[in-house]
């Protein structure tokens, strides 16, 4: 576990059994060379005492506002700032509400509500308050608020019922941050161009050729790309989302020939391009100065001249070293079509797109893709676009 070395990490431990494994995972943290601060809830430190935290943090263990005999505050905000990442382990079905709510009458809440750093939640529960909907449902709204939630294994659980709610053992805790870690320096001082969301070919100056993609799938992966470490160049066609956060420089274009220019700027320094635009086939070969208007002639025929394709002009240019992937999105023969595009582009990865599957495509938050390359296919189950762009970029990476 190379990847927690000099690491700032806030361990919050709330009210439940498994708090005494959190002694465990605050030992594996230390040895792995991180440096530890417990918060912990007023009910955490019935489960366990914090003695033997502070002891094995090597820091006094924070759990009120104020030091009662001197009125010393500690502030949630700098501990906030200082950490790298903070770990709720065990989380009880109270703090995850708390969290979701924000409900922030303890030190770990407001420390929560602070953190700039990502943040882990390891449930335990007893697996009635696990299945139960309210947990489902906080659990829901904090993943979608970027929560990391490292889910809970079904075993005995202190009732001595068996079922889902076993906090996630230490080890694989101080795993799942370890890889995290290593992931967020994967694409260290790599450069990625990305093209998103749909291109627009005038008609007329009120009128276009366009079609239903969001630009979700290609922001997700500018968002994720930068999280890793890059530094990305985003081709965006008319999409309603916000720029990314973190280093990506957003370029916002309306048409097919627009992207082509912005990507011909930008390729030749990328390390890694990733094609996930729905570009425009067509375009009106004489898009109007004026409005058509209906009154003043017949039923107008359009005539159409082809865009050209960005995706296969790139790669007839393509070095040694440089990685370019494209999307497919078919409806059917979807395989044999994809790899076709594969070869024909010159790709050396195509992320097939389902759109027989509900919650895939166009305009979802979610996706479920097959990553193909000349030797491999790897199924990705439906999830959330942040998360499928996580695995397109573990993909890549490999390859690199
Ligand atoms: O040929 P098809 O449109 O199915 O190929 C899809 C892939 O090619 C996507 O990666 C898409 O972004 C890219 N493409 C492109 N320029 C076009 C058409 C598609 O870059 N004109």
């Not at 935290?53 to 820091?59: F, P, V, W, Y």
């Not at 990507?263 to 375009?283: G, P, R």
């Amino acid at each position: 576990m190379t990847n927690l070395k000099g690491k700032h990490i806030i361990l919050g431990i709330s009210g439940g059994i498994a708090a005494y494994k959190s002694a465990m995972l605050l030992r594996l943290f230390v040895k792995a060379g991180a440096e530890v601060q417990v918060v912990m809830t007023p009910n955490g430190k019935e489960f366990i005492t914090p003695v033997t935290l502070s002891a094995l943090s090597g820091k006094p263990v924070i759990s009120e506002f104020f030091t009662a005999n001197t009125g010393e505050w500690h502030s949630h905000v700098d501990l906030g700032l200082w950490a790298d990442a903070m770990v709720i382990a065990p989380a009880t079905a109270s703090t995850l509400a708390k969290m979701a709510t924000g409900v922030a009458d303890n030190m770990l809440i407001t420390t929560y509500l602070s953190a700039k750093a990502p943040v882990f939640v390891a449930p335990a529960m007893d697996l009635d308050m696990m299945a139960h909907p309210t947990t489902t449902r906080n659990l829901a709204t904090l993943k979608a608020d970027g929560v990391h939630i490292i889910e809970p294994a079904t075993g005995e659980l202190a009732s001595h019922l068996t079922g889902r709610g076993r906090m996630e053992e230490p080890e694989k805790i101080a795993e799942a941050l370890d890889a995290f870690f290593g992931r967020q320096q994967s694409l260290r001082g790599r450069k990625v161009l990305i093209t998103a969301g749909p291109t627009y070919e005038r008609i007329d100056p009120v009128r276009f050729i366009g079609n239903f993609s969001s630009g979700k799938m290609g922001y997700a992966l500018a968002a994720e790309a930068a999280r890793r470490g890059a530094s990305v160049v985003l081709v965006s066609g008319p999409s309603a989302l916000p720029d990314p956060a973190g280093d990506v420089t957003t370029i916002r274009i309306e048409s097919a020939r627009e992207m082509l220019a912005a990507c011909e700027e930008h390729f030749a320094d990328s390390d890694i391009t990733i094609m996930s635009a729905a570009v425009a086939d067509y375009a009106p070969a004489h898009p109007r100065d004026r409005k058509i208007k209906r009154e003043h002639e017949d039923v107008p025929v359009m005539e159409l001249v082809k865009n050209p394709d960005i995706a296969a002009t790139l790669g007839a240019r393509k070095r040694p070293g440089q990685i370019l992937t494209g999307f497919a999105l078919e409806t059917d023969n979807e395989m044999a079509n994809a790899r076709q595009k594969l070869a024909k582009k010159n790709l050396d990865m195509i992320v097939l797109n389902s759109l027989a599957d509900k919650g895939a495509g166009f305009g979802t938050d979610t996706n479920k893709v097959s990553i193909i390359t000349t030797d491999t296919v790897t199924e990705v189950p439906l999830k959330s676009k942040t998360e499928v762009a996580g695995d397109i970029l573990d993909r890549i990476t490999e390859l690199l």
